[in-house]
């Protein structure tokens, strides 16, 4: 299983939950989380990344944590989400 999602790089598990999509049969996802993948298929199929940028940098600053960690997050968040198989080119 990923760490993180390959879409928006959030962790598959958060604060000891599993947040995981699902595939078509039901089984869990070992890519993409409950957010963005569901039924085998993006939630959001004609998200750009753009756009997944701009909701990943909001969930963070909304996020837990302290405001040093979250500053950090936001940052490197960029680099992150170039690198996560769903925006790879």
């Not at 569901?38 to 990943?56: Q, S, V, W």
């Not at 940098?57 to 198989?85: D, H």
């Amino acid at each position: 299983m990923e760490k993180f999602c390959q879409s928006c790089g959030m962790p598959l598990m958060l604060h000891g939950e599993d947040v995981r999509g699902t595939e078509v049969d039901g089984t869990k996802s070992s890519k993409f989380c409950s957010y963005c993948y569901a039924n085998g298929a993006f939630i959001e199929p004609n998200i750009t990344m753009d756009e997944m940028l701009t909701r990943g940098k909001a969930a963070i600053r909304n996020g837990k944590g302290n405001a040093f960690k979250k500053w950090l997050m936001v940052t490197f968040y960029p680099m992150q989400l170039k690198n996560l198989e769903r925006w790879k080119k």
